[in-house]
């Protein structure tokens, strides 16, 4: 609630541009809150900002590094709100307020003329559980309601009844973030609940391709095939990168926003994601794909979670390592082994499986690569180690 003043005059110009940070507590570490201030650079007039039309500065997620500030004009941030919204539409805020997702949220819902409802999780609270948003939505009346989570957040509701008929509810679920699994999509519909997977990035305002098609007013540029790095421009996009005009300058250009995605688009427009364009692993002089070998495994039955990484060792030597939530037990490295053989061939196969309670995440709900990262240099397990 502490947000919506200051967001509402940002938006309108009555008010100073704002930069959202999380306070520190259980899931905000004070080293994590000091990387979005540095990228962010708030009240230093030293640094004074960009562009007078820019109402906020957001840090993306630096699941790999440390975030970048992005430069977020009002303009941008509300040009797809009618399209989305609809009519008169009751927001559920369920993801943390100072990442895209749920700022987004937060926008949309001052566009709808609506206060957004919390989940009582929000900030870290309290976990996430099917109770706690079914208590939100319970509290959503009179209007169609829309919600944004990630796939963790889905896969968790879609495990109860609690869970399921709050869902059912819902007029609209975006999941985004990362990919969205078939196997969870296909559930989700046996259980009548209809799932939007939204593309999009802080650069882009968040989410403007929406199950594979952009929205009005969004284009998005790239081969038809091979795949190649994706183009993305519209009226929702952010004016820059705080403190970083050369970085700027490469990323927003003429054409667009170039990301950091290989995918393609077909002649009618549909866009179709492959992975990421520092997600293409070299391992024995192959190239594979991160996010293919990712969708082999979660499609495995019992595979809750995944997450691949890169590690890279000595000599630049590469290695893939495969951090899964599963209920599979001691045969998962070996299910897991031969499933990708048998679907991508041997280049693909992790060399070691992190079998983990969780997946860590980041506040914003992605998972935490780098973490996984010195998970898997400690295990003893890599090529290298042997």
Not at 40 to 63: I, Q, R
Not at 123 to 150: N, W
Not at 251 to 267: M, Q, Y
Not at 307 to 324: E, H, K, R
Request: hydrophobic fraction near 45%.
């Amino acid at each position: 609630m502490a947000l919506l003043g200051p967001l509402r005059q940002a938006i309108t110009g009555a008010g100073p541009a704002i930069a959202p940070l999380p306070v520190t507590g259980p899931t905000i570490s004070a080293a994590y809150l000091e990387r979005l201030r540095a990228a962010t650079c708030p009240d230093d007039a030293s640094k004074p900002l960009e562009a007078e039309d820019v109402a906020a500065v957001l840090a993306t997620s630096g699941s790999m590094g440390q975030p970048k500030g992005v430069l977020l004009t009002a303009a941008g941030l509300t040009a797809l709100d009618q399209v989305v919204n609809g009519a008169n539409a009751q927001w559920i805020a369920a993801l943390p307020l100072h990442s895209m997702g749920g700022f987004n949220v937060a926008v949309r819902a001052l566009a709808s003329g609506r206060e957004p409802i919390a989940v009582a999780s929000l900030g870290g609270a309290t976990p996430f559980t099917s109770a706690v948003f079914a208590d939100a939505v319970k509290r959503a009346s009179g209007a169609p309601i829309h919600v944004s989570l990630v796939a963790s957040q889905l896969r968790r509701l879609l495990a109860d009844d609690i869970g399921v008929t709050a869902l059912q509810a819902c007029a609209l679920v975006l999941v985004g973030a990362g990919p969205l699994a078939n196997r969870t999509r296909v559930l989700a519909e046996e259980q009548g609940v209809k799932v939007v997977a939204s593309y999009g990035m802080t650069e882009t305002s968040g989410g403007c391709v929406f199950d594979g098609l952009p929205l009005p007013g969004v284009q998005v540029h790239g081969p038809t095939d091979p795949a190649g790095t994706l183009i993305v421009n519209g009226p929702m996009l952010a004016a820059g990168y705080r403190l970083a005009p050369e970085l700027s300058r490469a990323a927003f250009t003429s054409a667009g926003f170039i990301t950091s995605d290989l995918g393609s688009v077909d002649g009618a427009g549909f866009v179709t994601i492959l992975g990421r364009a520092d997600d293409v692993a070299i391992i024995n002089g192959v190239n594979v794909s991160v996010l293919a070998v990712e969708q082999v495994i979660g499609e495995i039955p019992g595979v809750e979670a995944v997450s691949v990484i890169t590690v890279i060792g000595p000599d630049s030597q590469s290695a893939l390592v495969a951090a899964v939530e599963s209920a599979i037990g001691p045969t998962l490295e070996t299910v897991i082994k031969a499933s990708v053989q048998q679907q991508l061939g041997t280049a693909a196969v992790p060399c070691h499986v992190l079998d983990l309670p969780g997946l860590p995440p980041l506040p914003n709900g992605k998972v935490d690569r780098a973490t996984l990262i010195k998970i898997a240099g400690q295990s003893g397990r890599l090529p290298w180690q042997l």
